[in-house]
């Protein structure tokens, strides 16, 4: 029961990527680049949340997020807004609006590498402590198969990750995580709790090829798997 409204544009965002044995490993190459978002798309949209996962910096502008905070909470996958494309390459590189957008954000997502070319800070928690006084109140740091750490109110939330016993594609696993994360706030879960299932929920996607297809209850049972261990 989801509506989804596609808006027309000369090309779609089209991303090559490559990885190596270890699936944590991923090179990516922009071979077409889509129009940008614009506030009047979402005039007559009402949400609880808004989450943006832009592919690429310029997919959604610094006003677009301003706009979306007045009419809901508002989430963030920090990764489109990191890359530099030159000749098709993707290279990390820092967010000039970066003071400009996160204090309209309430929920962000970004992994160790990115949390570092975001705020220029090495050690994670110094990064932490950047994005929370620009006013972000939870900040979800992910590591592959490392897990994930959630930081809010000035603690730290840590998350495994739950690999199924193949991995077979972890392309969209931080769009899934988020999904699942996003989900389970919404229904008034905890934020640890919240945690562990979107890390679950992650982890079963990538034992297919393709977005996650599968339930609320099956997220749940993968996740006793481990309980059981």
Known sequence: NITVKAYPSPETVYFENIYGENQDDRTQNVLHKGAPFHSGQF?????????????????????LVQTLSKKARVSLDVQGFLPEVK??????????????????????KADVSELEALTGCPETLDGVKV???L???EIIITNGSQGSVIYADGY???????????IIDATGCGDTYMAGYLFQRFKGTNIEEAGHFA????????????????TEQDV???LNTFATL
């Open 156 to 166: 730290s939330y840590a998350i495994p990750a739950y690999p199924p016993d193949e």
């Open 131 to 133: 994005v929370a006084d």
């Open 43 to 63: 005039n007559a949209i009402e949400s609880v949340f808004f989450h943006l996962g832009p592919l690429l910096a310029d997919d959604i502008p610094a006003e």
């Open 87 to 108: 000749d098709q390459k993707v290279y990390a590189a820092k967010w000039p609006q970066m003071a400009e957008v996160l204090p309209f954000i309430e929920i962000l």
């Open 220 to 222: 749940l049972a993968f």
């Open 199 to 214: 890390a679950a929920m992650a982890g079963l996607k990538t034992a297919k090829t393709g977005p996650f297809t599968g």
């Open 135 to 137: 006013g972000v109140k």
